[in-house]
T-cell receptor, first 113, second 113 residues
Framework: DAGVTQSPTHLIKTRGQQVTLRCSPK?????VSWYQQALGQGPQFIFQ???????QRGNFPDRFSGHQFPNYSSELNVNALLLGDSALYLC????????????FGQGTRLTVV | GDSVTQMEGPVTLSEEAFLTINCTYT??????LFWYVQYPGEGLQLLLK?????DKGSNKGFEATYRKETTSFHLEKGSVQVSDSAVYFC????????????FGQGTTLQVKP
C-alpha cells in the first residue's frame, strides 16, 4: 500500500501565476481533503472532495479550487498566486462513514517569489 | 467555532524524562480527538486517537485521555527518546462522516541525549 502520495514535492512559482498540486489517496479511501500549513503553524482546512464534488470548504478565497477524479485522486489549483500562499500543502485521505481517521501525504512545499 | 489550543513550545527535555504536552479544545458537540506527529520534512502521522469521553488513546508509549469535563486531551509519555523529537499537533473532528480536522498550532519537542 503506497499510502497517500503527492506531487510535486517542491515548487517555486512567481506572484500572479497559477499552480496545480496533485494527490492520490490511500487505497480504499474515497475522500480527499486539502490543508495549508504555513511555517510554524498547524494545518488549516481548505476543502474536501467526495464523489467528485466539493463537500465542505474552509475559509479560503475562490482562488483556491479543486477537482476529484473518478479514481478518487484529486487536484488543488491556486490562481493569481500571492506571496502569502507560500506554505506546505497537505493532502489527506479518509473513508466516508469511517472512523474519521485521516492519512496524510508528505506534502508539497510551494514557494511564491 | 471549534478550536484547539496547545501549550506553547519549544519543549526541551533530556532523554528518559517525562513528557506532558497540554491540549484543550472548544467544540459544540462531541468530537473525536487526535494527536498527530510531524517529523522534519515530512507530512503528519497519526499518533493516537480517542472517540468518546474517558477513552484513552495509546501508541508507542504515548498516551492521552479524553476528558470531557475539562475539555482536555493532554499527551504524555513516561520516558522520551531522542527519536521522539518532532512537532506534535492536537486536533479534533466534529464530523465523523467528513473527517475534517481542526488543528492546534503545534508543539515542538526536542529531546537531548
Amino acid at each position: 500500500d503506497a499510502g497517500v502520495t503527492q506531487s510535486p514535492t517542491h515548487l517555486i512559482k512567481t506572484r500572479g501565476q497559477q499552480v496545480t498540486l496533485r494527490c492520490s489517496p490511500k487505497s480504499g479511501h474515497d475522500t480527499v481533503s486539502w490543508y495549508q500549513q504555513a511555517l510554524g503553524q498547524g494545518p488549516q482546512f481548505i476543502f474536501q472532495y467526495y464523489e467528485e464534488e466539493e463537500r465542505q470548504r474552509g475559509n479560503f478565497p475562490d482562488r483556491f479550487s479543486g477537482h476529484q477524479f473518478p479514481n478518487y485522486s484529486s487536484e488543488l489549483n491556486v490562481n493569481a498566486l500571492l506571496l502569502g500562499d507560500s506554505a506546505l500543502y497537505l493532502c489527506a485521505s479518509s473513508l466516508a462513514g469511517g472512523s474519521g481517521e485521516a492519512f496524510f501525504g508528505q506534502g508539497t512545499r510551494l514557494t511564491v517569489v | 467555532g471549534d478550536s484547539v489550543t496547545q501549550m506553547e513550545g519549544p519543549v526541551t527535555l533530556s532523554e528518559e524524562a517525562f513528557l506532558t504536552i497540554n491540549c484543550t479544545y472548544t467544540a459544540t458537540g462531541y468530537p473525536s480527538l487526535f494527536w498527530y506527529v510531524q517529523y522534519p520534512g515530512e507530512g503528519l502521522q497519526l499518533l493516537l486517537k480517542a472517540t468518546k469521553a474517558d477513552d484513552k488513546g495509546s501508541n508507542k508509549g504515548f498516551e492521552a485521555t479524553y476528558r470531557k469535563e475539562t475539555t482536555s486531551f493532554h499527551l504524555e509519555k513516561g520516558s522520551v527518546q531522542v527519536s521522539d523529537s518532532a512537532v506534535y499537533f492536537c486536533a479534533l473532528s466534529e464530523d465523523r462522516n467528513t473527517g475534517k480536522l481542526i488543528f492546534g498550532q503545534g508543539t515542538t519537542l526536542q529531546v537531548k541525549p
